[in-house]
């Protein structure tokens, strides 16, 4: 069984409980042990980053040096989280004296000091690879029954290459690999790569708004049953402002909106009361039909 540190990140552990409730369901179907960190806190996403850097790279570092203190590698089931912790190792293994000083901030607070061993990688990443697809379909006939997905990767799990690095940014595959290898369609379409608004939907709700209605127009145009995302701060623009969107932009989407681990969940059979599709905001009801849930 491959052990990771889980770090699901605030958004899965509150706002999107489903997501975290899913996961760890899925997790041991595919021989997969998730670690609890305890201790953890938030990464910051990028509002500390911006105010107080030094701040963020102690918090993330942190996080981190359970990790290496657990001898295991990070997994992550959120965009942001990937991509700040991902930084943060980036920059303190390649230049000492960042390690260093943040060593010191760390030790101030009775905090382990980081030997820079670790790694950090995403959900999708993981069951993207050869090894993650082969445990896929270790678990038997593909299950989706033919449903028509629209991959929305959003951005922050793409961009910046040089931190992030899994795939090709302007031409990823990973999910659909996945679609593919769950027995589902590929509903393909231009925007499944760009922003989905949600770093501005409080402070600029409208043009916000108008980013998501670029994905979620070009999937509904390109027939997709639903959209599936690796990430729950773009669920939440797409599955809970989805109504405002509409509104704003005089049009309907009614476009179901599944987190990474449900898609999956639905493929494999889990209990759809475990993945929680009433906290959705858009009815699932169609998508579960076709599947056969």
Same mark, same amino acid.
């Given at each position: 069984? $491959?052990?990771? #540190?889980?770090?699901?990140?605030? &958004?899965?552990?509150?706002? !999107?409980?489903?997501?975290? #409730? ?11 042990? %998730?670690?609890?960190?305890?201790? #953890? ?17 102690? %918090? ?5 040096? $359970?990790?290496?203190?657990?001898? &295991? ?7 942001? *989280? ?52 082969? +445990?896929?379909? #270790? ?8 449903? +028509? ?6 951005? $922050?799990?793409?961009?910046? !290459? ?47 708004? +108008?980013?998501?209605?670029?994905? %979620?127009?070009? !999937? ?13 701060? *773009? ?11 509409? !509104? ?29 599709? +009433? ?15």
């Amino acid at each position: 069984m $491959q052990q990771f #540190a889980y770090y699901p990140g605030c &958004v899965a552990e509150f706002s !999107s409980k489903e997501l975290n #409730a899913t996961t760890k369901t899925l997790a041991p179907m595919l021989d997969i042990e %998730l670690l609890p960190l305890p201790a #953890a806190t938030c990464c910051g996403a990028g509002d500390i980053a911006e105010a107080k850097p030094n701040l963020y790279l102690t %918090l993330n570092v942190r996080i981190l040096s $359970q990790a290496e203190e657990m001898g &295991v590698d990070v997994l992550t089931i959120c965009n942001v *989280c990937t991509m700040n912790l991902r930084r943060a190792n980036k920059m303190v293994k390649e230049d000492p004296r960042v390690l260093e000083q943040v060593n010191e901030e760390l030790v101030k607070v009775g905090a382990r000091p980081y030997e820079g061993t670790k790694e950090v990688t995403h959900l999708l990443w993981y069951l993207a690879t050869e090894e993650g697809l082969s +445990k896929l379909e #270790a678990q038997g006939p593909r299950g989706l029954n033919g449903l +028509k997905v629209a991959p929305y990767y959003g951005c $922050q799990l793409l961009r910046p !290459s040089s931190v992030m690095g899994f795939e090709d940014p302007d031409q990823p595959q990973s999910l659909e690999r996945l679609i593919r290898a769950l027995g589902g369609e590929v509903a393909d379409y231009e925007a499944k790569s760009k922003c989905c608004g949600f770093p501005i939907i409080l402070a600029r709700q409208e043009v916000a708004l +108008k980013e998501s209605h670029v994905a %979620l127009s070009q !999937s509904r145009d390109a027939g997709a049953d639903c959209m599936v995302t690796p990430c729950p701060l *773009c669920h939440l623009a797409m599955d809970a402002y989805q109504r405002k969107a509409e !509104s704003l932009n005089g049009t309907e989407y009614n476009m179901p909106v599944l987190h990474l681990p449900q898609l999956i969940g639905l493929a494999l059979g889990i209990e759809t009361s475990v993945m929680q599709f +009433k906290r959705h905001m858009v009815p699932t009801d169609n998508v579960l039909e076709i599947v056969g849930a």
